[in-house]
C-alpha cells in the first residue's frame, strides 16, 4: 500500500514508524518537541513517543551532537536535529572531532551510529543565515557518510537506512523540497540503500550529474533540451559519500559529456571532487571538458530580492551550461 | 529514590569512620602505581623509545585514585590527555598501557592513537582525542545513554582548569544539571592551562563555583589528600548512581612537570614548583599509614618492588609487540 504525500510527511513517516520498531531510537534538537519542529517535521511525535523519546534540547548544538554520540555509545540510536545547516558550525567539532574519529582512533573498540538530520539550501528569501548549502564541507571527512534526498520516497527509506546504519550519518533535507517534493511512498517498512546514485533520465548525449533541489531543475531542462534533439541522463547523487563511482563513471563512458550542477557555491564544492574523478578514471571517455553551473562564490543568499535571484541557479543558467557543453 | 540514596550516604560515613586497613594499603599501593608507571613513562619518552609526547600526571595522583578507585567495572571514564593513569586505576593491564605509549598493534587502539590519548572499550575508558573538554561533552552523552535505558552506571570526566573556559565545558554541565545526569565531573585545577596562569584564564578563585550556574553541587577540595578526595567522590557518585545528578569537584592540585614531555615549564616560578612538591600526595598519606601503623619501610619497599617487576614485564611486552602493518591504514573507518 503507497499513498502520496510530501518529503515532509514522510520524514515524519520515517521517524514515527521507526521509533515504534526500535525502542533504542529516540530524537532530540531544539523546538522538535513541544513546537513540531520549526517546519513541523516532528509534529505529533512528543504526543505519541513522549519526553523520553522526544527530547527538547537547550540551545547549544555542540552538546545535541555529543549527547546523541555518548548515548550511541550505550547501544542506542540517537536522531539529532540541526534545525538549519547554517547552524552546523558550532557542532562542527563534535561531528568532525568525535563523531567521525570514534571507530577510527579505538579501532573498532567505539562506534557511533547517529543519523544528524539538518535542514539546508535556499527557501525563498531566507536570507544568510537560513539558507546554506554545506554538505560539500563533511564529504572531506572520512567516516562520516552524507545524504541528500530529493523525493519523498527516499527521504523515508534513506533516513530509515541512515537510522539502522552503524555509521554517523548526516542527512540533509533540503527546506524547498519539504512540501515541494511530492510522490508515491509506502505506507509500510522499506529502506533506500545509502551509497547508490539514482538515474533519473536516460540519456545518450550528455551527462548531468547533480543532487538536492537541482535534480527537479535538471529534469526540467533536459525535457526542454531533448525538444531540441539533445537527449541528457540525469544521475542523481543522492549520496554525496561515499560517492558512487561506478554509476558516475557508468554514465560518463556512456554520454562522453559531463555538466555538473550543484546549488552550492563553486570553489571547493561537490562538484570540484567530481571533476576531479571524471578526469582520473574517464579521461579518454571525454569529447569535453568537465563543466559545472554551480552557485557563485558569493555568501550564500544575500536577503534583498533581486539579489537573492541572482545568487541562485535557476532553469536558464543549467540550460546556457547545457548548450555550451552541447556545441563543444 | 530518596531512601536510596539515604542509605548510600549513610554507609558512606560508616565507612569514613572505620575505614578498613585493606582499603588504605589498597589506595597506597595504586597511587605508587601511578608514580611508578607514570616516571617510567617519562623515562622511556626521554630514552627515545616513543615518539609523539607525554602528558604526565606526576603530583596529580590522588585526584585520579580518589575519583576512580572505587567505579565498578561498568562505570565509564572520560578521560583527557593527562589521563592514562586512569585506565590504570580502572584495570587496563599495564602491558597493554605500555604498548599504548609505545603505539604498538597490541595498543587497546592498534597504535591509532597518540601515545597518552589511551582508552579501554572493554573496562568503559572512552578513547580520548586532543579537542579539549570533548571528553566532557561525550561523557555526558554517555551518561544520559545511562539514564535512559534505566542502568545505573556513572560516568566519572576529567578535565583541567583551562578546559572550564571552553563553551563545550558549559554545554555539557549546563545539560547534565538539567536532565540530573549520572556524572561525576573532576576539575584537576593545577594552576596552569599548558603555559597561561590562572589569573588569565578566570576572574574566580575557585572553579567549583562554575556548578551554580548549572544547578548542582561544585565542592573544591585539596587534591592532593587522596582521603578528602576520595570521601569526596564517594558521595558524589553515590549522588550519580542515585538519581540526584551530577557533582563537579575542583581537586587543586599541581602537575610537577611541564604541560608535556617537551615543555621544560619556564614559565613557572621555581619556588611554586617546590612549595607544590613538598606537598606529595603520596608522602603525605605515606605519614598518615605510618602513624597507624600500617606501613613501614619493609612494606613500602615490598610494594615499590613488586610494582617494579610488574612494570618491567609490561615494558618487555610493548617492546616485544610489532608495530601494526601499513596495509591495516584503512582499517575501522567504517562500520
Known sequence: MAHTINMLQAINEALSQEMERDERVFILGEDI?????????????LDKFGEDRVLDTPLAEGIIIAAAIGSSMMGLRPVPEIQFADFITPAVDQIIQQASKLRYRSAGGYSCPITIRICCGAGGGS?????????????????LKVVMPSTAYDAKGMLLAAIRDPNPVLFFEHKSLYRQAKGEVPEGDY??????????????????????????????????MSKRGVDIEVVEIRTLAPIDKTAILNSVRKTSKVLIVHEDKRTMGFGAELAAIISEDAFEDLDGPIMRVTGPDVPPIPFSPNLDKAWQVNTEKILAGIEKLAAY | MASKSSRALIEIEAEKSSRSPELLLNLYTILVKCRMCDEKARILFRQGKYKGNFYSGVGQEATEVGTAYSLRKDDWIAPSHRDWTANIIKGAPLKFCFAQLFAKVTSPDRGRSSPAHMGYPELHVITPASSIAAQLNIGTGVALGIKKLHQDS?????????ATSFGGFHEALNFAGVHKLPILYVVQNNLWAESVPLRLQTALKDLSDRAKAYGFPGIPLDGNDIL??????????????SGQGPTLLECKTYRWYGHSEIDPAKYRMK???????????????????IEKKLLTDAKKAEIAAAIVKEIDEAVEFAEQSPYPEASELTDHIWG
Not at chain 1, 518537541?33 to 511525535?45: A, E, N, R
Not at chain 1, 533506500?192 to 536516460?202: F, H, K, N, Q, Y
Not at chain 2, 578528602?228 to 548512581?241: F, G, K, L, N
Not at chain 2, 614548583?273 to 603520596?282: L, N, Q, Y
Request: overall charge negative; charged content about 25%; some cysteine.
Open chain 1, 33 to 45: 518537541g513541544l513546537s513540531g519542529g520549526v517546519f513541523k517535521v516532528t509534529d505529533g511525535l
Open chain 1, 127 to 143: 536570507g544568510l543565515y537560513h539558507s546554506q548549502e554545506n554538505a560539500s564541507w563533511f564529504v572531506h571527512e572520512p567516516g
Open chain 1, 191 to 224: 529502506t533506500v540503500p545509502l551509497g547508490p546514485a539514482a538515474i533519473r533520465r536516460e540519456g545518450r548525449d550528455l551527462t548531468i550529474l547533480t543532487y538536492g533541489l537541482m535534480t527537479q531543475l535538471s529534469l526540467d531542462v533536459a525535457e526542454e
Open chain 2, 154 to 162: 556513572v560516568v566519572v570526566a576529567y578535565c583541567g582548569d583551562g
Open chain 2, 228 to 241: 578528602a578526595v576520595y570521601d569526596a567522590a564517594q558521595t558524589a557518585i553515590a549522588r550519580a548512581r
Open chain 2, 271 to 289: 619556588e611554586e614548583v617546590e612549595t607544590w612538591k613538598k606537598r606529595d600526595p603520596i608522602v603525605l598519606f605515606e605519614k598518615q599509614l
